[in-house]
């Protein structure tokens, strides 16, 4: 029922920025947790941040704390990952994913979300 579509993925210069956009299903963003996760060319996939519906509570992970910024839009049902001074080790396919809140504050492991998008492809070099 839950469906998460990723976008604006895009080749970038160290130290540039990048937004990411998570097109969810309607009203999606009032009662599911979103979470960003990725997944680097020789690392497992890694929690990135996450944000509750209910407080707009967030979490991020240290690799991105202090550059990446996870926001919202509910009335254009979007999740937005807006990515500052990026680095080469940034490379990576980027997920967003869901699950539904039981409360306040948000999960980072990947295994408490059953909804994810497909990924949008980063690229950061010279």
């Known amino acids: 029922q839950v469906h998460l579509e990723e976008s604006g993925g895009d080749l970038v210069q160290p130290g540039g920025s990048l937004r990411l956009s998570c097109a969810t299903s309607?009203?999606?963003?009032?009662?599911?947790?979103i979470g960003w996760f990725r997944r680097a060319p020789e690392k497992e996939r890694e929690g990135i941040s996450c944000?509750?519906?209910?407080?707009?509570?967030?979490f991020y992970a240290d690799s991105v704390k202090g550059r990446f910024t996870i926001s919202r839009d509910n009335a254009k049902n979007t999740l937005y990952l807006q990515m500052n001074h990026l680095k080469p080790e940034d490379t990576a396919v980027y997920y967003c994913?869901?699950?539904?809140?039981?409360?306040?504050?948000?999960?980072?492991?990947?295994?408490?979300?059953?909804?994810w998008g497909l990924g949008t492809q980063v690229t950061v070099s010279s």
């Open positions: 994913a869901a699950y539904r809140s039981s409360g306040y504050g948000c999960y980072a492991s990947e295994d408490e979300y059953p909804y």
């Open positions: 309607d009203n999606t963003l009032d009662d599911y947790v």
């Open positions: 944000i509750s519906p209910n407080d707009g509570t967030t």
